[in-house]
């Protein structure tokens, strides 16, 4: 079955990038969004999301994650220069991709993401940090930068 992601970006040109990629590893993308709630309505229909921090309605990337994941069953990978600003929301997510980002670090994110056994302590990416995987990595409340 093809996994389906929801970008959550407000900078059209890095949504378009992200929307490459996301076809490219033969995902389909079930919706753009660039706030809040456009990223709700579209996470029924959305396996993955890779969600930005800072929106056009605000800070509210983390608690479009945390609600993607806690209310959707749908497995967050935040995208973000500001990885700090996630706090107690990292407790939902699977980790974040800092910005800039390679396309070979969401390519590779995505298809962890993919598979229905997560196992993040033995995935190596460059560009990415995982969330509370079973060998007590880091929570983005604990990420400094």
Do not use: C, W
Not at 68 to 96: C, D, F, K, M
Not at 119 to 140: C, E, H, M, V
């Amino acid at each position: 079955m093809t996994k389906r992601v929801l970008i959550v970006e407000d900078e059209i040109f890095v949504a378009l990038e992200i929307e490459h990629i996301v076809r490219a590893v033969g995902m389909e993308v079930s919706a753009i969004a660039a706030d809040r709630k456009d990223a709700l309505a579209a996470a029924p229909d959305s396996d993955i999301a890779l969600v930005d921090l800072n929106l056009r309605d605000g800070p509210t990337g983390p608690l479009i994650g945390q609600a993607l994941a806690e209310r959707h069953g749908v497995r967050v990978i935040y995208v973000t220069a500001n990885p700090a600003q996630i706090g107690a929301s990292a407790a939902n997510a699977l980790g974040v991709i800092t910005k800039p980002f390679r396309e070979t670090t969401i390519r590779a994110a995505l298809m962890a993401a993919a598979e229905e056994e997560l196992d993040l302590s033995s995935l190596a990416i460059s560009g990415f940090i995982p969330f509370s995987g079973p060998s007590g990595s880091l929570t983005g409340a604990e990420y400094q930068g």
